[in-house]
Every structure is written in structure tokens, then in C-alpha cells.
């Protein structure tokens, strides 16, 4: 979202080296902008926030052009040596959803941002969706070079895995 008038932008940020990807001059792409949006934008200023971080762009400056990028998706290009399990938001999408046995669950529909967590839209085999926590423990494996998720959820959560019967 826009902060303040000079066109800087709050950031939420998916890395753990912000230090290394948030650097002055570096590119990012820009995904699913209007079609008059620039494609990509250059880092003028950077600093971190409790929240994440408030970003300056070379080629946006003034607040219209900032909430016009509200709700948007930047990427840098990493070296995949340098990040080798690495992965963007959009390689899960469609990604088959396993169970630790190897069961079917559904796939991917969305990794979605929440307050305290991001949530994982698994879209279920009979047809429901559910979102299940991404945390190392419910999510053990993302394997986005081969579209695969193993997630090893509570009783209950999943309808391949139902919850025990009641007494």
C-alpha cells in the first residue's frame, strides 16, 4: 500500500535475507499490474518496519502511482545457487498437495497472507477447499521444482484425514 505522498510503499516481505534482496538499484518484476504499470521497478530507498519494510521506486513517485500498485506481487531474479529451496508465492499454485503417506489431499489453489501467518488453499480432492497454517510442522516439504507440498495436518482438517469418530 501507499506511504506517504512521495510515492515510497509498505512492503510485506517473503524472504529471510531482506538485507541481501532489498538493495539499492536492485530490479524487480511486477506482477498482475494494469497493462499502463511499469513491468519491473528499480529500488531507490529501502528501510524496515516492524510490519516489513516502506520501499522507494524510480519510476514511482507520488501517491496515485503508489496505490495503484496496492495489493501487488515483486519479485527479484535470485541465483538458484544461492537460494537452492527457494520458491515464489505463484510456483504453488496448482501444486499437488500430498499427505505425509503419499496421499492425494488436492492441490494448491493459493498462498494467502494472514495477520499472524500465511495460509495455504488447499483445493480438495471432493471439491471444498480448506486452509491449512504454513508452519514447518503442518508444512514439511515444498517442493516447487517438482509442483509438489507435503502437509501433515491435525484430524479433521483435510477430509482425507477425517476426524476420529465421537464417542
Known sequence: RAHGVRGQVSLRLRTDRPDARFRVGTV???HDAD???PASLTLESYRATPAGAVAGFHEIRDRSAAEALTGLELT???DPAEEPDGWYPSQLK???VELPDGTVAGVVGDLLSGPGQDLLEVLQVDGSSALVPFVAALVPVVDAAAGRVVVDPPPGLLTTRPAPDEP
Do not use: I
Request: aromatic content about 8%; proline content about 8%; overall charge neutral.
Open 35 to 37: 497493462p499502463t504499470a
Open 94 to 96: 496448482g501444486a499437488r
Open 28 to 30: 524487480f518484476t511486477l
Open 76 to 78: 527479484a531474479e535470485v
